[in-house]
């Protein structure tokens, strides 16, 4: 295994590695960044400074399950009631803000359900497993000590015979069908095998507080001998804080575990704690090496903000629209940008109507063709039959959507950059990232379809529109907004190194046809416009820190109104 190499001009000042080995390894990670899982596992580097500060706390709670974490640890550890322990963990301290209103009700809602099944055979353990490995020179990595954690909520039977890891989430759970049919991966989920290590061999330790996370975990004595005893039964249940529902989805003794955890965690925790890969993403937003990592380019004044005093976050004009609402409606809600922001779960699927997943299902469609035949121009007859329910990946268009949609795919054919001879290469939904270091803010703008024409690329947004004889669109950058800032990034390095012949399409696909709009980003005016749309969706956002509900009609087609619970206006009367 070659030896991680540290940041650039940056110290290491202990040989510690401290890892949360199942949340480190687990599958829903992809499309983060390898390397920070490494850095954030050696809690003692240090960076070298730089023009912009490598971290700025936010003082809002930015993990949807953080206050209820607090809640329970007063109910289980301290004794204190539900309700006096819901006010304590959602009130202001000196370290944190006061939860969100939406957050607090969420909150609410996901105690009830965790503590639906309670714990009758089993006793909370107030300390977090931890296994330590002590070495007694430094290995390749540089290291001396390693600490292998784990997230989620211990228990333990009386006796300390039975260990078992409950872990809330967010949503449902799978279904018995589901999981029978991903057994076998399942078994073999190098998160559960490092996990189920760390409750089989761990001991109860004290874990430093974020702000010296740089020292080393501290072992309790004093937790009776029933925490400390190795077990003869290791069990993972996952806790659905959305229905209650428990799901078992480990349940070994030691041996087992061992064998497990030399087959699958292993080999992939070595592997993550020596990552030296770059993913710019989501992960850049609290990542303290951001300002100096290499692979993540940077283009100051994307959003036209000039202020760096507010904590690092990342931006996509889908976080714009959730704020500020479309152009001339009067259904901007900065609680909704900050609710949807929290992942908070969209309990009654609103968000995901028919017509939505058919929007999802062509734009799959589309891209699994040109995947599979790379090079070949679509045509009609390459689209789904549309008698009935058809699928693309993981949506399945209902019946009453079925023709439209498969319409919709057909009229693709019109314009496949495939048809034209010069174009060599097409890429689906990759991610551009760029750090806009004049407003220190991350922008994410997910493309819809980039392709290669001859040496620059061309940026391509494809929408679908059921109307029958949609009007012409006047004012295509405010009403399509990611046009605005697809304009502002494919001149730059972010999408190739040449944009001499680069531009901008969007094309509509409709149920009599298809339509492209062609947009010069070169030109001056639409460059004006771009900038203006962009600003006018970033502005207020990045100086707002409250985030209070602007209640509305919107509320009632809003996912999160069911823990924004606004007061709505009455209806017209007549």
């Known amino acids: 295994m070659p030896a991680w190499t540290p940041p650039r001009e940056s110290t290491w000042t202990s040989g510690l590695i401290r890892v949360f080995a199942g949340s480190f390894l687990r599958p829903d990670r992809r499309g983060s960044c390898p390397y920070k899982g490494a850095l954030k596992a050696r809690t003692g580097i240090k960076l070298a400074p730089g023009p912009l500060p490598t971290y700025k706390a936010d003082p809002r709670e930015g993990f949807n399950l953080g206050p209820l974490g607090n809640t329970l640890d007063l109910i289980e550890y301290e004794g204190v009631g539900p309700e006096e322990a819901l006010r304590r963990a959602l009130a202001a301290t000196r370290e944190r803000s006061e939860a969100d209103p939406g957050l607090a009700a969420w909150t609410r809602f996901a105690l009830d359900r965790y503590l639906e099944g309670g714990t009758p055979d089993l006793r909370p353990v107030p300390y977090s497993w931890v296994l330590v490995t002590q070495l007694r020179k430094p290995d390749d990595r540089g290291a001396r000590r390693y600490e292998q954690c784990v997230w989620g909520r211990p228990y333990t039977s009386a006796d300390g015979r039975v260990r078992e890891l409950r872990v809330p989430v967010a949503r449902e759970l799978r279904g018995p069908e589901q999981e029978a049919a991903k057994h076998v991966r399942q078994a073999e989920r190098a998160d559960l095998a490092a996990a189920a290590q760390v409750v089989a061999r761990g001991k109860p330790h004290r874990l430093p507080d974020r702000f010296r996370w740089s020292d080393e975990a501290q072992p309790v004595w004093d937790t009776g001998e029933a925490a400390r005893r190795q077990p003869e039964e290791v069990k993972i249940t996952e806790v659905s804080c959305l229905d209650g529902q428990r799901h078992e989805v480990l349940s070994e003794g030691p041996e087992d575990v061992a064998q497990r955890y030399a087959a699958y965690g292993l080999p992939e925790l070595t592997a993550a704690v020596s990552a030296g890969t770059f993913v710019p993403g989501h992960d850049c937003e609290d990542c303290k090496y951001a300002p100096s990592c290499p692979a993540l380019s940077r283009l100051g004044g994307v959003l036209d903000i000039e202020d760096r005093t507010r904590p690092r976050r990342t931006w996509s004009v889908t976080n714009g629209r959730s704020y500020v609402g479309r152009p001339d409606r009067d259904e901007g809600c900065p609680a909704r940008e900050r609710l949807r922001r929290l992942r908070l779960p969209d309990r009654e699927a609103r968000a995901l109507t028919p017509h939505v997943i058919r929007g999802h299902a062509v734009h799959t469609w589309i891209q699994q063709r040109h995947e599979a035949h790379s090079g070949i121009a679509c045509c009609p007859d390459d689209a789904p039959d549309g008698r009935s329910p058809w699928s693309a990946g993981r949506w399945t268009v209902p019946r009453e959507q079925a023709d439209l949609g498969a319409r919709m795919v057909a009229a693709h054919a019109r314009y496949c950059p495939y048809k034209l001879s010069t174009v060599t290469e097409v890429v689906h939904e990759r991610t551009l990232v760029v750090h806009d270091t004049v407003a220190d803010v991350v922008v994410l703008a997910k493309t819809d ?38 304009v502002l990034l494919s001149t730059s390095p972010v999408v190739g190194e040449d944009v001499s012949s680069a531009r901008v399409e969007l094309e509509l696909l409709g149920p009599h046809g298809a339509r492209l709009i062609v947009i010069d980003p070169f030109d001056a005016g639409v460059r004006v416009v771009a900038r203006q749309v962009v600003r006018s969706l970033a502005a207020d956002w990045h100086a707002d820190t409250t985030a209070v509900a602007r209640p509305g009609p919107h509320c009632r087609a809003c996912e999160m109104a069911v823990w924004c619970r606004p007061a709505l206006p009455d209806a017209p009367k007549g």
């Open 449 to 486: 379809m980039l392709y290669r024409d001859g040496s620059s690329w061309v940026y391509r947004e494809t929408k679908t529109d059921a109307r029958q004889n949609p009007p012409v669109e006047a004012d295509v950058l405010r009403e399509r907004p990611q046009l605005a800032l697809a």
